[in-house]
């Protein structure tokens, strides 16, 4: 059971025929956009998590708080060969 991730198994089909980069954008960054990084990660995808591309609300730290707190941490994990890359939308190309 993937949970709290974005990778279903319908999508982690189609992504492992066609893809080696994930691109990850959403909302609750400490839940779903967390998790699908780390997930895709595991299972050796190359990730690129868009910095001003997710979100979440207020909870015990301000919104604003807990992204850049995701962006750095999530930016500093690797598995094998594989990566979290964090760029800004204008740097990645769709």
Request: aromatic residues 6%.
């Amino acid at each position: 059971m993937l949970g709290w991730c974005a990778l279903s198994l319908f999508i982690l089909i189609y992504i492992v025929r066609s893809k080696e980069n994930i691109t990850v954008v959403g909302v609750r960054t400490e839940y779903c956009v967390d998790t699908t990084c780390r997930r895709a990660l595991s299972l050796g995808y190359q990730v690129t998590l868009i910095a001003d591309g997710h979100t979440t609300i207020d909870d015990i730290l301000p919104a604003k708080q807990i992204i850049e707190h995701h962006n750095i941490n999530l930016s500093k994990l690797s598995a094998a060969d594989c990566k979290i890359a964090v760029v800004s939308s204008s740097e990645h190309v769709f």
